[in-house]
Antibody, heavy 122, light 108 residues
Framework: EVQLVESGGGLVQPGRSLRLSCAASGFTFDDYAMHWVRQTPGKGLEWVSGISWNSGSIAYADSVKGRFTISRDNAKNSLYLQMNSLRAEDTALYYC???????????????WGQGTLVTVSS | EIVLTQSPGTLSLSPGERATLSCRASQSVRSSYLAWYQQKPGQAPRLLIHGASSRATGIPDRFSGSGSGTDFILTISRLEPEDFAVYYCQHYGSSKLTFGGGTKVEIK
């Protein structure tokens, strides 16, 4: 059974940093691209960032480019999101999501974690 | 970046009725790289449809997707009580993925 477990969320002041982690199990982690998606309380979904299976291809939403860094450690079956210069508008539930198709294909997300809440407030 | 506009924002229907949800793209979605997700309160989204019309594993056949280019439709043929939820479309055919704003299907 595929499991994605996010951690690292919490309350942080504007301008500070936070690092999210996603522990993956139940599938061959280094076969799949992975993503971070966020959801503001009561609002819709926003794709944040994605990383290919070998970290060779990385993309960011314009809203976080230059402030957030996605990375992965295939030896540890883990995905990360380093969030710097946090703003109030970054407050959201952050989900880790797995591509449905193996590396090299455009793909929807077939598994999601339960999310970790990030609150940016003074 | 492709912008996805979903309509209506809210759909009020009764169990047993047919639901038709729309997702319109700001430019053509190549190769129908369009997916639909269902999200219930307190839960993560669940993949329903990919490739515009292919049901994901375990999804009942009352859910169907259609469309191409810029106009896509999710149809729920007969609403079951567990189908009342929020539905999102997603474009995944480029390095920058986007979601629509969602349609809430509520009990009338």
């Amino acid at each position: 059974e595929v499991q994605l477990v996010e951690s690292g969320g919490g309350l942080v002041q504007p301008g500070r940093s936070l690092r999210l982690s996603c522990a993956a199990s139940g599938f061959t982690f280094d076969d799949y691209a992975m993503h971070w998606v966020r959801q503001t309380p009561g609002k819709g979904l926003e794709w944040v960032s994605g990383i290919s299976w070998n970290s060779g291809s990385i993309a960011y939403a314009d809203s976080v480019k230059g402030r957030f860094t996605i990375s992965r450690d295939n030896a540890k079956n883990s995905l990360y999101l380093q969030m710097n210069s946090l703003r109030a508008e970054d407050t959201a539930l952050y989900y880790c999501a797995k591509d449905k198709y193996v590396s090299g294909s455009y793909s929807p997300f077939d598994n999601w974690g339960q999310g970790t809440l990030v609150t940016v407030s003074s | 970046e492709i912008v996805l506009t979903q309509s209506p924002g809210t759909l009020s229907l009764s169990p047993g009725e047919r639901a038709t949800l729309s997702c319109r793209a700001s430019q053509s979605v190549r190769s129908s790289y369009l997916a639909w997700y269902q999200q219930k309160p307190g839960q993560a989204p669940r993949l329903l449809i990919h490739g515009a019309s292919s049901r994901a594993t375990g999804i009942p056949d009352r859910f169907s997707g259609s469309g191409s280019g810029t106009d896509f439709i999710l149809t729920i043929s007969r609403l079951e009580p567990e189908d009342f939820a929020v539905y999102y479309c997603q474009h995944y055919g480029s390095s920058k993925l986007t979601f629509g704003g969602g349609t809430k299907v509520e009990i009338k």
